[in-house]
């Protein structure tokens, strides 16, 4: 589905990451993982084209994505499904009206039509009934799930999730990591997450890349869960298995 080959990511002569080569599986659920100021963010954006690289290539199924001129991105673009960090909701719009601009926008559709689609793309993340209320006066949850069926509107063949689980209760964050899974087998979609979150990560993740601060360069691709437990990078086993360690470690003194 995706590959990226010897992409360097930089702001002006800072480099944030150097020579990243990875690939994406149809239906993976591709986790971008790394400490702090990684970079994790600034990977997700040169995936959807708002960031060029410094060097290096992306494709799509075979196609050059970094090099096809702007004016014709939009045909990529269209297949992709994106949610920032907040759900990046229009406070001034109810959760319909947000989930059916990119209707209006990118389809013919009548607005009986768009109506429909919306309380059915509502009703797969659980929202049903929240029509008519605006951000403000549902949950942070509750805003991440409109914002994720925001970003299905267009039933995209890849979603981008960025920090979903991020100031979310523990009992939220597991409800929207299955909610994740249940889309990906329900659409077929393929995802990719920005998250540092070790419950998330290996809850539904079968694919990631660790971005490693030090080095400025990948330290592993491949399943976490094997990461964690087999990976030759010291840095890589004590991101994923930072958990073991604090819930071992011993009592402070009082």
Known sequence: MISVRDLTMAYGSF??????????????IFVIMGGSGCGKSTLLRHLIGLREPAKGEIFYQGENFTTTPLEKRGEFIRRFGVMYQSGALWSSLTLAENIAMPLEENTQLNAKAINELVSYKLALVGLSGYEDYYPAQISGGMNKRAGIARAMALDPEILFLDEPGAGLDPLSSRRLDDLILRLRDSLGSTVVIVTHELASIFAIANNSIFLDTVTRTQGATGNPNNLRDHSENLAVRNFLQRGEAESHASPSPP
Request: charged letters at 35%; proline letters at 0%; zero cysteines.
């Open 15 to 28: 480099v944030v990451m150097h020579d990243l080569n990875f690939e994406i599986a149809e239906k993976d």
